[in-house]
């Protein structure tokens, strides 16, 4: 489901291997690319030789992970071969299609290392112009270097496809995984979890100065070991920060962010108001985090966090009036065009958490208008069913507020989020170490690698005594 704002381009299309008998580079691997579908606006059949028009290949570095497998496989394909190509990866199957490229699951080629490459045409590209998010997308990866954030392993050009090679996620993505709950949402305590990655992620990304602007369940991958990864930045907005390290004041710790606070009588009947339930949040179930069984005094988390310095790295100066983002989660000054900052990322992470909450999103109409009108106009509802803790409901409240400077997050950035009460008793520092709630069935590759491998040679053999090319789809 796409429910982008940009341009709706349905980017479905097909490559071909095509292995030349007449062509002057023997049995070396050509790309063709052709669209198979009604509703794409992109069609191309261009012939490319990598090994011709490789026009530079980036293999990234990063130091602290030079232990991962996968970097020295393909350190070692790299400098055996002197370059690095598609035809250096069995393309296995088909991920799904962006706006901007397409995203296939493949095999680095004598290895059982899966990767996620992203194959964006140029022309096409250049000429719906789409080249900036493009060259976004690869420069934000590029620089990224976080556990709930993609890993870029290398990135080439062929003539005309642009080549992202990343870490494959195996477990789809938060949309999908949400439709597979049993009453299609997240229990609180799987939400919290997955929530706070993202959180940990965007303050991450808001330190080196990115917008993220596109948060959405479907943006969220699910990693084989269950943990997160924000993927999609072509939608990015970079700029620059300013990180300050804030002291707690020698009066006390740094006070956590008020709670939107309920009305005083329990007898009260606005909708709009919230009230505390008498349901706990509970904690992961994590070992990292469950109480300690010595007589020892247990230590109290939420006390410790607010009394260590905190690093607030919130572009606040950041500016931009593009309309990007998609229409659920549209913050209320994109949609007026008054121009935005880093706040929209903490309006998103309140649709965010409501939609795993409650298995839809706040401001949802009939049609897109009817949907950016409400979230201008409507007040912030919430469903009596499922039931929610009131510190869940308190953290939407206090993000989802249609004025940005007013927002929870928009002066201290995630620091002030991280505080508020919903997440107490979380150990940040050792969340990537916490039991995740749920562990997707993983893709099985060597499935998927025999019936890519079954069918092409069933185009090999057809194809093989007609026009002297052999063609094989691998999709
Ligand atoms: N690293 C990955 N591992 C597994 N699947 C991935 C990975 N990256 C992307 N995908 C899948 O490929 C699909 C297409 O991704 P892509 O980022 O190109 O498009 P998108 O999410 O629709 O965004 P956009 O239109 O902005 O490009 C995604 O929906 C996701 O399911």
């Known amino acids: ?12 299309k097909t490559i071909s291997v095509l292995h030349s008998k007449n062509s002057k580079y023997g049995d070396k691997g050509e790309f063709t690319q052709s669209s198979n579908s009604s509703i794409c606006e992109y069609s191309t059949s261009t012939s490319i030789s990598e090994e011709r028009n490789l026009s530079g290949c980036i293999v990234i570095n990063r130091p602290h992970m030079s232990k991962d497998m996968r970097w020295q496989a393909i350190n070692h394909t790299m400098k055996q071969n002197g370059f690095l190509g598609l035809r250096h990866f069995n393309l296995l199957k088909k991920l799904g ?5 397409t995203v296939y699951l493949a095999e680095l080629v004598g290895t059982n290392y899966p990767f996620a490459i992203k194959v964006m045409d140029n022309e096409f590209l250049e000429r719906r112009q789409k080249m900036p998010r493009a060259h976004m997308e690869r420069e934000i990866l590029s620089i990224l270097d976080h556990p709930f954030l993609p890993t870029l392993y290398a990135h080439f050009v062929s003539e005309n496809l642009s080549c992202l090679v990343m870490e494959y996620c195996p477990g789809g993505d938060l949309h999908v995984l949400r439709q597979k709950q049993p009453a299609r ?26 917008v993220y602007r596109d948060l959405k369940p479907e943006n969220i991958l699910v990693r084989e070991d269950g943990h997160i990864m924000v993927t999609d930045f072509d939608l990015s907005l970079r700029c620059s920060v300013n990180p300050t390290l804030l002291q707690p004041s020698s009066s006390g710790p740094l006070e956590p962010p008020r709670m939107s606070g309920p009305c005083a009588g329990s007898s009260c009947i606005d909708p709009f108001c919230i009230k505390p339930t008498c349901q706990q949040v509970s904690c992961f179930k994590s070992r990292l985090l469950s109480a300690p069984k010595s007589r020892k005094a247990k230590p109290d ?5 607010r009394s260590l310095p905190q ?37 998103t ?16 109409g009939p ?12 007040n912030l509802r919430f469903p009596e069913t499922p039931l929610v803790s009131f510190q869940a409901r308190d953290l939407i409240k206090g993000l989802l507020v249609k004025e940005p400077e007013n927002r929870l997050g928009s ?5 002030e989020i991280k505080q508020h009460p919903f997440f107490d008793g979380l150990n940040w520092a050792l969340i990537r170490c916490a039991s995740p709630p749920e562990l997707p069935e993983p893709y099985d590759v060597t499935v998927s690698k025999a019936a890519s491998l079954e069918k092409a040679k069933k185009y090999l053999d057809y194809n093989e005594s007609s026009d002297g090319h052999l063609e094989f789809e691998l999709f």
């Open 1 to 12: 489901m796409n429910r982008k704002v940009n341009d709706l381009v349905n980017y479905g």
């Open 301 to 305: 988390l939420t006390a410790l966090n």
């Open 311 to 347: 690093l607030v790295a919130e572009p606040t100066e950041a500016r931009s009036n593009s309309f990007v983002g998609t229409h659920e989660y549209l913050a209320p000054e994109i949609i007026k065009g008054e121009g935005h900052g880093s706040a929209v990322d903490w309006w």
């Open 185 to 210: 949402y997240f229990h609180e305590q799987a939400a919290r979890f997955y929530v706070a990655e993202v959180l940990l992620a965007l303050e991450y990304l808001h330190m080196l100065g990115i």
């Open 411 to 415: 002066q201290r950035g995630a620091a």
């Open 349 to 364: 992470f309140g649709i965010f958490l409501y939609e795993l909450l409650y298995g839809r999103t706040p401001f949802k």
């Open 367 to 378: 049609g897109n208008d009817e949907t950016l009108a409400n979230v201008i106009l409507e």
């Open 97 to 101: 299609c962006g706006d901007i490229g």
